[in-house]
């Protein structure tokens, strides 16, 4: 059975989906670790599921970050998943899994991504540019931020009395089924 690791940083809503999707057989893979880069819910929500939760916090190790996490990762590993992962992985990482990484980020690239575009600053960007839809993109890990191969994207629309907030949540919910589809996509190969 194929092997995925999960990256977090924060509540991990898509670490959730993705076990919640295992659990129900909707996925066909398992969980070899969860590793987050600062104390998030997301390692208790890993550590309720019964999956190894690793914190390599990336203020003690800062340029060491990558090669600590990779530590960490069975070297036969299928996919490495981002979930909401906001370092940013050097590029001998990068190159040793290459195509093995996947990233979720919360609009319809290649708008609204590269470097400082993560969480709300995304949304707000979206707003403020008059934009009649949003959504997510699920898309390959490049040395180059959010500019990978895209796999899965969704799509939602943005009502005209929206917040950041509400389409927030709007995207996060398409976020989880792109998430799925896209592990998916690649474990099938």
């Not at 931020?145 to 995207?171: A, F, H, M, N, Y």
Request: one cysteine or more; aromatic letters at 4%.
């Amino acid at each position: 059975m194929p092997k995925i690791v999960v990256l977090v940083s924060g509540s991990g809503s898509n670490l959730q989906s993705i076990i919640d999707a295992i659990k129900h057989g909707e996925l066909d893979c398992n969980i070899a670790g969860v590793i987050a880069d600062r104390d998030c819910y997301g390692l208790t929500r890993a550590k309720e599921a019964g999956i190894p939760a690793y914190l390599v916090d990336r203020k003690t190790y800062r340029e060491e970050l990558s090669q600590e996490i990779d530590k960490l990762i069975p070297q036969d590993s299928s996919l490495i998943v981002l979930a909401g992962f906001l370092s940013i992985l050097d590029n001998a990482f990068i190159d040793k899994w290459q195509n093995r990484i996947i990233n979720i980020h919360p609009s319809l690239l290649p708008k609204f991504g590269g470097h400082g575009m993560w969480g709300n600053r995304v949304h707000e960007a979206v707003l403020a540019s008059g934009e009649t839809e949003s959504g997510c993109t699920v898309h390959l890990v490049t040395s180059e931020i959010d500019c990978g191969q895209i796999i899965v994207q969704q799509k939602v629309p943005v009502l005209k009395d929206d917040t950041v907030e509400s389409l927030r949540l709007r995207v996060q919910q398409t976020e989880h089924l792109a998430m799925l589809a896209a592990i998916r996509k690649i474990l099938e190969k």
